[in-house]
């Protein structure tokens, strides 16, 4: 019985053998090593791990420590038991020679052979179970008696002495196998319920992988694609500073020539006067009135009178320089080059939108470049026009949007509350209905009270945006139907995008008020 005991102690709990290589969790509780390394390969598939004792879960994978005093004890306990394997049990009654056991008696705590089980049949009719060593959970922990009942009330498993005279006395009970029974048929069906939701969340998952992997692929490409577009832009930069740089080079080459050849003649110049002047000196130094006044080859002449000096003095004009403007319109065309071959290869369109004064509610002022929308006290005056809003300080653009891809930006003052939009050209121009945002015909986004909302059709949404950036940027895909707002800070934040069937063609439309303004930036 103690030996018995013993090697319950000393079986690994996952492959019910004693310790092979011995480790411990941190938990404390000991495995073969091979065993844990098995199960823990098998929980890293399923992204977590937990003791197979106790559950204790590990946020990473844990370290095994090697228990040395428990392999101590393994070897210690194998050679007091000649002849016995590890992973076999044998007859209790065969000691001089070992003989597997083919079945355990509960109430003896036995293990038999054939031959030792057909005698032991013909004299009690016990609980006999497959070969094992441990007896733990299958007797009474109070009685020590064998567990032949369940009691559904306490739902235990108890022995006769637990149903007749112990806490479970007067309860309904029922056998271990008709109980065991009624409980595989309950989790059969659980088991049928659970597996169409696990065929959900398994089309879940594999839906999810699906555009998982649509969206890398689609990154990858786009990738490729841009990073092409940046050597596209690269060379053109190059061959645009190279145009730039060869008009400088151009320029310097002409207007250096030119003095080069200014040096030149008045390096002969100078020469010329240097020996006149050496003549002259010589002379001045002669004694003789005859021989001075006689000399046929001096001129005299007043102060700077002499013409080979020149007439400008060795100057260069002012207009002898590089011409900056040509050199900057220069860089300017190959930018705008560059720009417009970008945009075209991504289908944006730019567009220079001015707008409709004729439409200006009479607290709209209109800068006279028809691109800024200023909230004023001062009423403009200005003539009847059908289009004009009467009821709020809005104003829209003067053509409209009703096919491609554009993109524009505005800025805004940091005063007050303004609304930046589309519209069709028939929205009402007065009353309640003709605010922008609260129709079916226009789309905008608000910046009021230190934060953003969106508007369609009187529905509003806030999306809980602070603005930190006065700049926005608005994308238009007509034949798409999206409309997207966003912040042009760094980075770009997108804030929201409205999509819809449209059907006319789309006008900016801007609205301010306490002394917002609002500039279109093409």
Request: proline share 3%; hydrophobic share 30%.
């Amino acid at each position: 019985m103690a030996s018995a005991e013993l090697r319950d102690e000393l079986n690994c709990s996952i492959c019910l053998s004693l310790y092979t290589d011995p480790v411990s969790l941190r938990c404390g509780h000991n495995f073969c090593r091979s065993c844990i390394v098995s199960v823990l390969d098998a929980q890293e598939a399923a992204g977590g791990y937990s003791c197979p004792d106790c559950r204790a879960e590990y946020l990473e994978r844990p370290a095994l420590e090697k228990s040395r005093k428990l392999r101590n004890i393994v070897e210690r306990f194998s050679s007091t038991q000649p002849g016995m394997e590890e992973t076999r049990i044998f007859c209790t009654y065969c000691t001089k020679s070992p003989v597997l056991a083919v079945r355990t008696c509960l109430q003896c705590e036995t293990s038999m052979c054939e031959e030792h089980l057909t005698a032991h049949n013909k004299s009690v009719n016990h609980n006999l179970i497959e070969p094992t060593v441990s007896f733990k959970g299958q007797k009474c922990s109070t009685h020590k008696e064998v567990l032949k009942y369940y009691c559904p009330v306490d739902a235990a498993c108890i022995c006769v002495s637990c149903w007749v005279a112990g806490e479970h006395r007067g309860h309904y009970v029922e056998l271990l196998d008709e109980a065991s029974e009624k409980k595989k048929e309950k989790l059969k069906e659980y088991l049928n319920d659970l597996n169409p939701q696990k065929t959900v969340i398994q089309t879940r998952v594999q839906n999810l992988q699906d555009r998982k992997r649509k969206i890398q692929e689609k990154a990858s490409d786009k990738t490729k694609n841009i990073s092409k577009r940046f050597m596209d832009i690269k060379e053109q930069l190059e061959m645009a500073e190279k145009k730039v740089l060869s008009e400088v080079s151009r320029q310097e080459e002409k207007i250096v020539s030119k003095i080069s050849d200014l040096i030149k003649k008045l390096e002969i110049q100078e020469d010329e006067l240097s020996r006149k002047m050496c003549h002259v000196e010589e002379m001045c130094r002669v004694t003789d009135p005859i021989r001075l006044l006689e000399e046929s080859d001096i001129t005299v002449c007043s102060h700077g009178g002499d013409k080979d000096t020149g007439g400008d003095g060795g100057e260069v004009s002012s207009e002898e320089d590089l011409d900056e403007v040509l050199i900057s319109l220069t860089l300017l065309r190959s930018m705008r080059d560059i720009v417009t071959n970008v945009t075209s290869e991504l289908g944006v369109h730019v567009p220079d939108i001015l707008l409709d004064v004729d439409t200006a509610h009479r607290r709209v002022k209109v800068s006279e470049d028809l691109k800024t929308a200023t909230d004023s006290d001062n009423k403009q005056v200005r003539p009847e026009s059908p289009g004009r809003f009467v009821t709020y300080s809005q104003v829209l653009s003067r053509c409209g949007l009703s096919s491609g891809r554009h993109y524009w930006e505005v800025e805004r003052n940091q005063i007050g509350d303004c609304s930046i939009g589309l519209s069709y050209p028939t929205i009402e121009k007065e009353g309640d209905k003709s605010a922008i945002g609260c129709n079916d015909k226009s789309w905008c986004l608000c910046r009021y009270d230190e934060e953003y909302n969106v508007w369609h059709n009187s529905d509003v949404l806030s999306l809980s945006v602070e603005p930190t950036c006065p700049t926005l940027g608005i994308f238009l895909d007509y034949e798409a139907g999206r409309l997207s707002f966003y912040e042009l800070c760094d980075p770009i934040r997108h804030l929201h995008t409205f999509t819809a069937s449209f059907t006319e063609p789309l006008h900016v439309i801007i609205y301010v008020d306490y002394g917002a303004s609002v500039t279109i930036r093409s």
